[in-house]
């Protein structure tokens, strides 16, 4: 079970606690040569403090399948400085008007909300979060939520190099950057824009700050960049990067077809060829990525599996789009507008039965591929991925 921050109060008592074991409470006595146990004792009745009063997991967040959601993830606009044909339809999309888009204060109070209810982990996207003007302003804020862990962001890579310095400043803790060819004309054939320098830029600004592993994000697509999977998983004997190799999902306007996936299997075998002695490590709990390192490599790599074998089992995520929609699954189109009753004037109490009915609504697992083919849903830009 998931253990949330313990409160104020119970800190409090743990503290009381400690000071009358070391003023009132018999002391073991110490003798030379023999080792101490009264602080691995403490740290043991503290440890064992902490389980016993952890208090329960938010059943607003809870749904129906015992499934805990602790991750958040918010879109904090639908635009974007690339075009990438997986994400964006070639015709392009009709934007939201920027009045019916969440704004700072919004998004900020529908965070707190969230992290107080057990969220832990949020990650911000887009469309592309960086050209947000105030997204350092926006990572400052949630950083000061107490019992948020990890805030993330997944960016195009684009604004990186120039931004991150103030990122990091304001609590940014993990990154995720989108890549799809080591190939700069290649790279301008996907994404119909120039780029590459900048978005390899970011990449070693990342690395050059500390951030280990700097994810790398690279949608396989079958007679586009497959091609390129060993010279991707290359990169990481030098650099701590983790390769994550994703599965091409179907979305609205992006032309999906199932000739054009390249699946976790398919990948997994050409890479074993070439490195045999390629290990598979331990996942992590709702975890969606299947993990592997090369002996002797500085970064590992991963494989997103959404289609050949989906994780919807330990799923954990909640998404927000920037029109201020929760949705509760990815692949779904059932979504509930959280901007339209905050602005009604809806109590906490009253978004919080909102969020939980909705998450209440949670199927056991996403349509298969082909289904989720035929059924509308938003463009990825509209979803925030």
Known sequence: ???????????????????SCSSGAPVTQHHPGEPSQTAAEELS???????????????????????????????????????????????????????????TEEILTLARLFVKEGVDKIRLTGGEPLIRPDVVDIVAQLHQLEGLRTI?????????????????????????????????????????????????????????????????????????????????????????????????????????NFKKMVSYKEMLNTLQQQWPELEKLPEEESSTAKAFKIPGFRGQLSFITSMSEHFCGTCNRLRITADGNLKVCLFGNSEVSLRDHLRAGASEEELLRIIGAAVGRKKRQHAGMFSIAQMKNRPMILIGG
């Not at 990481?236 to 992006?254: A, C, K, S, W």
Request: with cysteine; glycine share 6%; proline share 5%.
């Open 152 to 256: 993330g962001i997944t960016t195009n890579g684009i604004n990186l190099a120039r931004l991150l310095p103030q990122l990091q400043k304001a609590g940014l803790s993990a990154i995720n950057i989108s890549l799809d060819t080591l190939v700069p004309a290649k790279f301008e054939f996907i994404v119909r824009r120039k780029g590459f320098q900048k978005v390899m830029a970011g990449i070693h600004k990342a690395i050059e700050l500390g951030y280990s592993p700097v994810k790398v994000n690279c949608v396989v697509m079958r007679g586009l960049n497959e091609d390129e999977l060993l010279d991707f998983v290359a990169l990481t004997e030098g650099l701590p990067l983790d390769v994550r190799f994703i599965e091409y999902m179907p979305f609205d306007g992006n032309r999906w």
């Open 1 to 19: 079970m998931a253990v949330r921050p313990v409160s104020r109060m119970l800190q409090r008592v743990l503290r009381s606690s400690v000071r």
């Open 45 to 103: 009745r503290r440890r064992q403090f902490l389980r016993e009063h952890a208090a329960p997991f938010s059943a607003f967040l809870t749904d129906s399948f015992g499934r805990q959601h602790s991750y958040l993830r918010i879109s904090l606009t639908e635009k974007c400085n690339l075009r990438c044909q997986y994400c964006m339809p070639e015709e392009g999309i009709p934007l939201t008007p920027k009045a019916d888009l969440l704004t």
